[in-house]
T-cell receptor, first 113, second 112 residues
């Protein structure tokens, strides 16, 4: 079965640079979610979109922004990168928002030097 | 707010035995719960979910129990196999929202 596709899988940046992470949801899924997972930590919710509109917002820094496009893929844009942004970034998707399991991709590992 | 926590950081289990992973949540407004398995270098993999109007749900070799009175849920894995070795997370969602709040993972180690 098709899964959530994230790209790139690994990304190395320097402080103050920008990064764009991409997420392609499972076909026919209309909701995407972004999570950040630090080393040895739980995934933390950042932001979600339903039908191209922001639907919920968590602990996402102002330096980050995201959007969902007409084909339902999503991009997480990160600017003025800091060392503390080094983490795994997961995208998940679901069909609808209510009581539907979120299916995760394998993440993008972002390393800030 | 919501906090979700697991009782044990590591669970060591003999191959073939049953595993039980526990999780507590704090927000009584949570209406949907989900268990994920995460292997090294991979994203959380959906195992099973349960809605707050249920007490028990079974899948293939897994059972989730929900006790809303004490805000506790558990994941039972029957006949644990080496491939079950991973970190297991519980997550909860509050009604009228769609973000998941994850609990601290439990690492399950299966001994041959």
């Amino acid at each position: 079965a098709a899964g959530v596709i994230q790209s790139p899988r690994h990304l190395i940046k320097e402080k103050r640079e920008t990064a764009t992470l991409k997420c392609y949801p499972i076909p026919r899924h209309d909701t995407v979610y972004w999570y950040q997972q630090g080393p040895g930590q739980d995934p933390q919710f950042l932001i979600s979109f339903y039908e191209k509109m922001q639907s919920d917002k968590g602990s996402i820094p102002d330096r980050f922004s995201a959007q969902q496009f007409s084909d339902y893929h999503s991009e997480l844009n990160m600017s003025s990168l800091e060392l503390g942004d080094s983490a795994l970034y997961f995208c998940a998707s679901s069909r609808g928002q209510t009581n539907q399991p979120q299916h995760f991709g394998d993440g993008t590992r972002l390393s800030i030097l | 707010g919501e906090s979700v926590g697991l009782h044990l950081p590591t669970l060591s289990v003999q191959e073939g035995d049953n595993s039980i992973i526990n999780c507590a949540y704090s927000n009584s407004a949570s209406d949907y719960f989900i268990w994920y398995k995460q292997e090294s270098g991979k994203g959380p993999q959906f195992i099973i979910d349960i809605r707050s109007n249920m007490d028990k749900r079974q899948g293939q070799r897994v059972t989730v129990l929900l006790n809303k009175t004490v805000k506790h849920l558990s994941l039972q894995i029957a006949a644990t196999q080496p491939g079950d070795s991973a970190v297991y997370f519980c997550a909860a969602r509050k009604a009228a929202g769609n973000k998941l709040t994850f609990g601290g993972g439990t690492r399950v180690l299966v001994k041959p």
